[in-house]
Structures are given as structure tokens and as C-alpha cells.
């Protein structure tokens, strides 16, 4: 039975996200208010763009609550960037946190502003030469917890990890055309 993805459409690079399930054929639905979570949908992406506005408005339109359970219960979840932060149970430079499901500590804005973004290549998850895009990207400090497996380190920062059903990443895969990452995520369904 095909699988079908919902991405959280209401802020940041989330047609990215679906142009890269449409190269890979999956079906994919997009999140936007609250009638969307009655859809049928076997994992979710949670794209970059601005964590403090995306938790803002999944509060506002009544999509915490619903998301925050499903994941909780076990519904795979792939963040990035600002996924990342949506994730993490605590943020070393920011008091607030948002579905605080997953045992990472991050740093937002840890490269600096936009003339900190950059691109590299690395490794991720033992697949070597996976181009990454950072854009005003957060790492992970620390993890808080052994079931946490770091899936990618660059200039010895923590930037991909796994911890049961979530996983995420703190560069952009959606913005390159290498669907190593985004493959990654659809095993874990």
C-alpha cells in the first residue's frame, strides 16, 4: 500500500519538500489548518523556514496539540532546520521550545545570519558525498539521551541524528537533488 506524507505547508521550504516526494512518487498531502489532520497520512515533514513563527501558528490554528500526539505515539517525523528546533526537547540560546519530543539540545542560528550560510559536502548515515545546504542553520549541541544516533557531523558539529521515529537534520537536502536523506526517512515507514 503506498505511503502517503504530510508537510507542514504554513511557512519555510515546504514545496521544496514535496518536489522532492514527487521525484521520488510519493504521495504527499500538505498541512495548513486543522481540517487537514483528519486526512490519512503515515508521516510527517516539518520543513525549514522560521521556528518561532511555524510554532506560533501551529498553536494559533490548532495543529499542535493533534501533531504533538502523533508523534509522541510514534508517527515518523523528519525535520529540518527549523524542524530541527520544532524537535528538540531544549535550545541553548532560546527559552522557548515547541513539541520538546526529541532528546537533542540545539543551537538556533548557530552559523550566523544569512552571510553564514553555506554548502559542503558530507557524510550521513555512513552514505559519504550527500550535499548539504546550511541557511542560517542550527546544529545540535549535545544529545540527551543514548537512543539518540548521530547520523552526520560537519566541522565537528552535530547536524543530522535519529532518535526512535524522528529524524532530523539541520541542512536543507529538499534544496539539492540528492534524495540520499529523503530516502532515509521514507525507510523509517
Do not use: W
Not at 44 to 73: C, D, H, K
Request: aromatic residues 6%; glycine residues 8%; negative net charge.
Amino acid at each position: 500500500m503506498p505511503v502517503t506524507i504530510a508537510v507542514l505547508a504554513l511557512q519555510g521550504a515546504f514545496i521544496e519538500h514535496e518536489r522532492m516526494l514527487d521525484r521520488l512518487c510519493v504521495r504527499h498531502i500538505e498541512i495548513r489548518e486543522s481540517a487537514d489532520i483528519d486526512r490519512t497520512f503515515d508521516g510527517l515533514i516539518l520543513p525549514g523556514g522560521e521556528s518561532t513563527v511555524q510554532g506560533r501558528l501551529l498553536r494559533e490554528l490548532g495543529l499542535f496539540a493533534p501533531l504533538r500526539e502523533r508523534i509522541a505515539v510514534g508517527m515518523p517525523v523528519f525535520g529540518t532546520c527549523a524542524g530541527l528546533l520544532l524537535l528538540a526537547k531544549q535550545m541553548d540560546n532560546d527559552d522557548r521550545c515547541h513539541f520538546a519530543l526529541m532528546d537533542i539540545v540545539a543551537k538556533r542560528n548557530a552559523y550566523g545570519r544569512q552571510l553564514g550560510s553555506f554548502s559542503t559536502i558530507g557524510d550521513f548515515s555512513g552514505h559519504s558525498e550527500v550535499p548539504m545546504t546550511f541557511i542560517r542553520a542550527p546544529y545540535i549541541d549535545r544529545t540527551t539521551s543514548p537512543e539518540v544516533k548521530v547520523l552526520s557531523v560537519v566541522k565537528g558539529k552535530i547536524v543530522a541524528a535519529r532518535e526512535r521515529n524522528m529524524l532530523v537534520t539541520a541542512f536543507h537536502p529538499e534544496l539539492t537533488q540528492d534524495t540520499t536523506v529523503h530516502e532515509h526517512f521514507l525507510d523509517m515507514l
